[in-house]
């Protein structure tokens, strides 16, 4: 008898889920239709519940995994560069927070691993290839030592 209704509840699970969006209280009225008891059919709603509880964790886990991964560790530095006989530092930390000559500077573009950052009049662009651009009022100066 036990082993029928263990039969009986896997059986429900699976009609339940192919069954698409279908309100709990419909799930249960089938499910009884069918003769099984209804504490069984309680117990296969559960499941049911559960098993997509646990498919919505996991995938949000993944998700989770994946933007962490996007996310890749930056690379420090530290770069120079002169105006008009002013020597500016530009600096990067391990955080990714650029700062020019002390001053934080604003992410403004991400795009194919180029990294744009505005601090006042500068826009300091940091090339996924290591090189480290400098425009004043949108007018290319240097690439930073």
Not at 14 to 22: D, K
Not at 27 to 53: F, H, K, L, P, W
Not at 97 to 117: F, L, M, Q, W
Request: aromatic share 6%; proline share 1%; with cysteine.
């Amino acid at each position: 008898m036990k082993k029928d209704c263990i039969t009986a509840v896997s059986a429900l699970v699976v009609m339940s889920v192919m069954a698409g969006c279908t309100s709990q209280a419909s799930r249960m009225a089938d499910c009884q239709a069918q003769g099984v008891s209804r504490d069984a059919c309680y117990v296969a709603e559960q499941n049911r519940q559960a098993t997509i509880s646990a498919a919505a964790e996991k995938q949000a886990l993944e998700n989770a995994k994946q933007v962490a991964q996007a996310a890749h560790k930056v690379k420090p530095f530290i770069k120079h560069f002169s105006d008009n006989g002013n020597n500016i530092e530009i600096k990067r930390d391990k955080l990714g927070i650029v700062t020019v000559d002390g001053k934080p500077a604003a992410e403004i573009e991400r795009e194919s691993g180029n990294i744009s950052y505005q601090q006042g009049l500068y826009i300091v662009i940091a090339y996924a290839t290591g090189k480290v651009a400098v425009t004043k009022e949108g007018v290319f100066l240097t690439y930073a030592k």
